[in-house]
């Protein structure tokens, strides 16, 4: 589908700025590698809600350690200063912690979103900010469904804080800093479609134990974290009222129709203006 | 005052141009008038206002949180702002291509005022960037957002000024005295305005197209897909009632700027506009409707936003229209100047609505504006006030063209 846009846009060459994007466009489909996307499933009836992944997590991106405590019911939202937390929810199955994260979605509307492409969907599969092209409009903040891109408000040089897969530890060929320090082995690292197979298999073999859903199979058009747990998502703090299509496509009637009007409208402008010329030139002949 | 002016320039002709300049950025009448008054402690209070939120960050002096990321900066000054400058494209397209002549006195005020609302609403964007010096990235750089609407909002508010800039040129030929330069720059107005005018729909539309990813965060009876189409057609008529209400202001204000043809020739105007905006407003309503049972948003109206939604549609858009026509039909020009009032106020309300009060309005803690953020909107606002006044003292956009410029 991004292809496709992209495609779109090609053709409407706005202000001659297209020339350049097409030219760059063309070269990246030519040398196209198959990468499949990476991501993390979350088992939440592993997780014990140690909170040690919090603080690998600070500890990997030199933030600060998390300091208020974990209160059953109290949800603690991930900040400029947490990319990840730990909430503990009270459910029908009892006491459930849930990891709450950037989801890494498929197709990204913070993504999309971007004007300067700082926010980034790389082809291993994490979502990652580029600070060098952010003009920080938030316009990432406005469009993302799970609330997740945070601002430092209070910051002269302010930067986007958000869960960015351990981008730089993959690219080494480690896992994530979470994925790696977990001692009871609740978040899995791998392809999208190996997790989706474990998180199937996991359900089967053990369907007392787990809702029969995968969330983040499909919400928002798939998402590279994947989520299993004992009780329904709605009790576990997600969204359900969330779209199962890809939120980029909200926006696609309105950007596929600007190439439209961009031609039909001056032509139907100049038509106007040459038959209303004709007129008084009419006039003034008789 | 004009005869006036039209020997300075004569003079000026065979001085230097530079010494002409100085004298023009000279201050020309009383400064001690109540707007002065006013004005000059808010600009002096916002503009250090908006040195500590560069010095400190946005959190300083803005409420915003991490929920609501955008709030009065984008809310008001520039999706409200842009709405009521989109007169300027409604105008040129009734004077250059349906050739309305009538309107063609008021033509270049309007885009004036359309011009410099762009320059600083869109320009007060730039206050809202938390990392405004990457701002030249999508414009110049390798980092093409193409899939985002606001790259398109973005190039679009550019281009727009330029050919709002290219539409105004005339008038800053005429004020230097510039015959030749006149003469290549009106040739250039058809095509500003072609082009300015098809910018404009898909910016105004744009506009609104930005919170169609906001899907689950705009209270239901605010979003749509439909958003950017509503906001182009109420662009129409909030354009259109800034122009009636700004008139009402220059003609008192700078009366004796304005030839006696031209203040008779006044109040047609006013009424033509007036039966256009009851126009678009009776059609603006009837997309609402169409959205509101196509969306079946029956269970929504019974609740408190509810009531807010039918203010917004009745109270706001509805009563106002009835007043634009009555207004038109017994030619009462107090009648269509409160009807400009109560659609600009409509308009103010529905761009917030969907902006900042229907934003999030199930979250638990709400954004409410910081005091500091009005102030520094408001010294927007007066600094673009202050640089319309300076124009309109100085070059033919109320007064008429110099003899020289007529005859060609």
């Known amino acids: 589908m991004r292809t496709d846009r992209r495609n779109f846009f090609r053709i409407m060459g706005m202000a001659g700025v297209t020339l350049a994007v097409g030219r760059s466009m063309s070269g990246a489909e030519s040398k196209k590698e198959i990468t499949e996307f990476r991501g993390v499933l979350y088992d939440s009836t592993k997780c014990a809600g140690c909170r040690q992944c919090e603080i690998s997590c600070a500890d990997a991106h030199n933030l600060p350690h998390p300091t208020d405590d974990l209160v059953t019911g109290v949800v603690r939202k991930t900040s400029e200063t947490q990319r990840t937390v730990i909430n503990m929810y009270a459910t029908s199955k009892g006491e459930v912690p849930v990891k709450k994260q950037c989801m890494h979605c498929n197709e990204p509307a913070c993504a999309a979103a971007c004007l300067t492409q700082a926010m980034h969907k790389t082809k291993e599969g994490p979502v990652i900010w580029r600070g060098d092209k952010c003009m920080g409009c938030r316009y990432c903040m406005v469009s993302c469904p799970f609330d997740i891109p945070k601002f430092e408000y209070h910051s002269a040089n302010p930067k986007i804080q958000k869960c960015d897969l351990c981008y730089d530890r993959i690219m080494d060929g480690k896992v994530p800093a979470c994925v790696e320090t977990c001692p009871a082995n609740a978040v899995t690292f791998g392809t999208r479609r190996e997790l989706l197979r474990e998180a199937r298999k996991r359900i089967i073999e053990n369907p007392d134990n787990y809702v029969d859903q995968i969330y983040g199979e499909n919400v928002a058009g798939g998402t590279g974290y994947l989520y299993i747990g004992p009780a329904p998502f709605n009790e576990l703090g997600f969204n359900t009222k969330l779209q199962e299509s890809s939120y980029p496509a909200l926006t696609k009637g309105f950007l596929y129709s600007v190439p439209v009007v961009f031609v039909l409208l001056p032509s139907l402008l100049l038509g106007i203006h040459e038959s209303t010329k004709e007129k008084e030139n009419k006039e003034e002949n008789e | ?408």
């Open chain 2, 1 to 408: 005052m004009n005869n006036s002016t039209l020997s300075i320039q004569k003079e000026n002709e065979g001085r230097s141009t530079i010494k002409f300049l100085i004298d023009e950025f000279k201050p020309k009448g009383k400064w001690l008038t109540p707007f002065n008054i006013i004005s000059i402690p808010v600009i002096i209070l916002g503009l250090i206002l908006i040195a500590i939120r560069f010095a400190k960050g946005i959190g300083s002096v803005t409420n915003l949180t991490q929920e609501v990321p955008w709030g009065l900066w984008i809310g008001f000054d520039v999706v409200t702002g842009v709405a009521f400058a989109g007169g300027a494209y409604v105008l040129t397209f009734m004077v250059y291509i349906l050739k309305m002549d009538k309107y063609h006195s008021i033509v270049r005020i309007t885009v004036l005022n359309g011009f410099l609302a762009y320059v600083f609403y869109a320009g007060a964007l730039l206050l809202d960037l938390g990392r405004p010096w990457n701002v030249i990235n999508p414009i110049i750089g390798n980092n093409f957002g193409t899939s985002s609407v606001l790259f398109l909002v973005a190039w679009h508010f550019l281009l727009y000024m330029m050919a709002e800039l290219i539409e105004f040129s005339p008038a800053i030929a005429e004020w230097l005295g510039a015959r030749r330069a006149r003469k290549i720059l009106s040739g250039m107005t058809i095509a500003a305005v072609i082009f300015g005018i098809t910018l404009s729909t898909l910016h105004q539309s744009g506009l609104g197209a930005l919170y169609l990813m906001a899907k689950e965060k705009i209270h239901p009876l605010w979003y749509s897909g439909f958003i950017p189409i509503l906001f182009l057609v109420s662009s129409v008529f909030a354009g259109l009632s800034m122009v009636i209400f700004e008139g009402s202001i220059s003609h008192k204000v700078f009366f004796n700027q304005i030839s006696e043809k031209n203040h008779k020739s006044h109040n047609t105007i006013v009424h033509g506009l007036s039966k256009i905006c009851a126009g678009v407003m009776f059609a603006y309503l009837f997309l609402q409707l169409l959205v509101f049972i196509h969306g079946k948003r029956w269970e929504y109206l019974n609740t408190p936003m509810g009531y807010w939604y039918l203010t917004e549609m009745i109270g706001f858009v509805a009563c106002p229209m009835i007043l634009f026509f009555y207004g038109y039909r017994r030619r009462n020009i107090l009648m269509i100047r409160i009807a400009a009032i109560v659609t600009m106020v409509g308009i103010i309300i529905n761009r917030l609505n969907v902006t900042v009060i229907g934003f999030r309005w199930d979250s638990a803690s709400h954004y409410v504006p910081s005091w500091m953020e009005f102030v520094v909107t408001l010294t927007v606002i007066f600094i673009e006030i202050w640089v319309f006044r300076w124009v309109i003292n100085r070059m033919p956009v109320l007064r008429d063209s110099p003899s020289w410029a007529k005859e060609e």
